[in-house]
């Protein structure tokens, strides 16, 4: 089993920064990709950043040039750091993982428990 344990966030001003983090514990064999969704109340959760095991990034659309994502495989940590805050930013973050337990095992999606992130205007 894998355990996401996710801290960093809390509340901010407009314009302001926040960085995230969740790192990976468990019986893990290797962590395929890694990421950030955030869900707002009343709206579906939505991709925020991805990132390979390669390093390969990928952002939506209304953070790009805002938001940074990385990872240290050696820690199997994952980082958001969040610049220029919006009040829209404002939503639970959560960590995702995609990794496998085994060599022979079947990869599988993992969720953290999420973290408040506010912004206020």
């Known amino acids: 089993q894998v355990r996401l344990v996710e801290s960093g966030g809390g509340l901010v001003q407009a314009g302001g920064s926040l960085r995230l983090s969740c790192g990976a514990s468990?019986?893990?064999?290797?962590?395929?990709?890694m990421g950030w969704y955030r869900q707002a109340p009343g709206k579906q959760r939505e991709l925020v950043a991805g990132i390979s095991s390669s390093g390969t990034t990928n952002y939506a659309d209304s953070v790009k040039g805002r938001f940074t994502i990385s990872r240290d495989n050696a820690k199997n940590t994952v980082y958001l750091q969040m610049n220029g805050l919006k009040p829209e930013d404002t939503a639970v973050y959560y960590c995702h993982v995609n990794a496998k337990t085994t060599l022979l095992g079947a990869r599988r999606d993992y969720w953290g428990q999420g973290t408040q992130v506010t912004v206020s205007s």
């Open positions: 468990g019986s893990i064999f290797n962590i395929n990709d």
